[in-house]
């Protein structure tokens, strides 16, 4: 698959898509990065199968955008996301669907997106989740696929699929994570002010709001969560993370989960597989030292820990990521 600004993302519009996933793509693949990245990301484009195309509930009408042989040329297809789940999609837009499937394009349905590729025949045997209120009717609709109600985004290769509105952006940076690394990543996330890593694993729901990467707004765990961050090389641990906040591993593990919908362990690996990562992408030579200074240990640790994140052995992250790769 081809990368850089080469690398051609398509979405399609359909009568009654959601505006705020609309603008989610618009903002992580559409915008210019240049100035900041000093290359582009994506070749964007909107395209819909009719020349004004309402949205949802009316709020507005789209006009202006390609038509729906666009689609045909996305190396990244995002399938319509409507509300209205029990209408029919358009044929035209199920075939366009199936055309970029065949031909090896990478498809991503946002919210009620995994309905569109359900409908259209992609999704039987594969992994998908969808927005928790409609997993029911999904299920009865569409036994032959996987659906993972409870996550916040599957990535399950050639196929992905975000949970709910929010998600879009957490799949979004996923996808730029995946395709330029976490760097790049990380500058799209600060443009937009939203936390990087949330994991595709996590719940769909919260009970708090997620803090900011640099937040202190709350008390008791946005603060654990910069000090760690500082210390990542060191040997923390979920012990020593309950220790520094003055309570218990057992209610540490709790506003884990009531806050950031994860673990504590879940959390702390995540951060230092991305601290391992930028090390990479920035050019440190040895396997055996970033895995030291990320914290990850031995150098087969980082080697399991990023395979199992970005399907790359070291090696190859290098070579996709590291300066003149």
Same mark, same amino acid.
């Given at each position: 698959?081809? /990368?850089?600004?080469?690398?051609?993302?398509?979405?399609? +519009?359909?009568? @009654?898509? @959601?505006?705020?996933?609309?603008?989610?793509?618009?903002?992580?693949?559409?915008?210019?990065?240049?100035?900041?990245?000093? *290359?582009?990301?994506?070749?964007?484009?909107?395209?819909?199968?009719?020349?004004?195309?309402?949205?949802?509930?009316?709020?507005?009408?789209?006009?202006? +955008?390609?038509?729906?042989?666009? &689609?045909?040329?996305?190396?990244?297809?995002?399938?319509? @996301?409507?509300?209205?789940?029990?209408?029919?999609?358009?044929?035209?837009?199920?075939?366009? +669907?199936?055309?970029?499937?065949?031909?090896?394009?990478?498809? +991503?349905?946002?919210?009620?997106?995994?309905?569109?590729?359900?409908?259209?025949? %992609?999704?039987?045997?594969?992994?998908?989740?969808?927005?928790?209120?409609?997993?029911?009717?999904?299920?009865?609709?569409?036994?032959? %696929?996987?659906?993972?109600?409870?996550?916040?985004? %599957?990535?399950?290769?050639?196929?992905?699929?975000?949970?709910?509105?929010? &998600?879009?952006?957490?799949?979004?940076?996923?996808?730029?994570?995946?395709?330029?690394?976490?760097?790049?990543?990380?500058?799209?996330?600060?443009?937009?002010?939203?936390?990087?890593?949330?994991?595709?694993?996590?719940? /769909?729901?919260?009970?708090?709001?997620?803090?900011?990467?640099?937040?202190?707004?709350?008390?008791?765990?946005?603060?654990?969560?910069?000090?760690?961050?500082?210390?990542?090389?060191?040997?923390?641990?979920?012990?020593?993370?309950?220790?520094?906040?003055?309570?218990?591993? &057992?209610?540490?593990?709790?506003?884990? *989960?009531?806050?950031?919908?994860?673990?504590?362990?879940?959390?702390?690996?995540?951060?230092?597989?991305?601290?391992?990562?930028?090390?990479?992408?920035?050019?440190?030579?040895?396997?055996?030292?970033?895995?030291?200074?990320?914290?990850?240990?031995?150098?087969? @640790?980082?080697?399991?820990?990023?395979?199992?994140?970005?399907?790359?052995?070291?090696?190859?992250?290098?070579?996709?990521?590291?300066?003149? &790769?």
């Amino acid at each position: 698959m081809t /990368q850089g600004s080469s690398h051609r993302v398509v979405v399609i +519009v359909d009568e @009654n898509s @959601n505006p705020f996933e609309l603008s989610c793509a618009i903002e992580v693949f559409g915008l210019r990065r240049k100035a900041e990245l000093g *290359r582009e990301l994506y070749d964007f484009a909107l395209c819909s199968p009719q020349p004004r195309t309402l949205m949802r509930d009316g709020f507005f009408t789209l006009t202006g +955008v390609a038509g729906l042989e666009a &689609a045909d040329t996305a190396d990244t297809l995002i399938v319509p @996301n409507r509300p209205d789940t029990d209408v029919p999609r358009r044929p035209a837009v199920l075939d366009a +669907v199936r055309r970029a499937h065949a031909r090896g394009a990478r498809l +991503v349905g946002f919210c009620s997106g995994a309905f569109t590729m359900a409908e259209a025949g %992609v999704l039987d045997g594969r992994r998908a989740t969808a927005h928790w209120q409609w997993a029911d009717t999904f299920r009865a609709r569409f036994p032959a %696929v996987r659906l993972e109600p409870d996550v916040l985004f %599957v990535d399950d290769g050639d196929i992905l699929t975000a949970a709910g509105s929010a &998600a879009a952006l957490d799949l979004g940076l996923h996808l730029v994570r995946r395709d330029h690394g976490v760097e790049a990543a990380v500058s799209v996330s600060r443009r937009l002010v939203f936390a990087v890593h949330r994991d595709g694993g996590q719940r /769909q729901f919260v009970e708090h709001p997620i803090p900011s990467l640099t937040s202190s707004a709350d008390p008791s765990l946005g603060p654990l969560l910069d000090w760690a961050r500082g210390r990542l090389g060191t040997p923390l641990t979920v012990a020593g993370l309950a220790a520094r906040a003055a309570v218990s591993p &057992a209610t540490l593990h709790r506003r884990f *989960r009531a806050q950031l919908g994860t673990t504590p362990l879940a959390w702390l690996t995540a951060e230092r597989v991305a601290l391992a990562c930028r090390l990479m992408e920035r050019g440190d030579p040895a396997v055996e030292s970033v895995a030291r200074a990320s914290g990850l240990g031995t150098a087969a @640790n980082l080697r399991a820990q990023l395979r199992r994140r970005t399907g790359l052995t070291p090696s190859a992250y290098r070579e996709r990521f590291a300066p003149g &790769a």
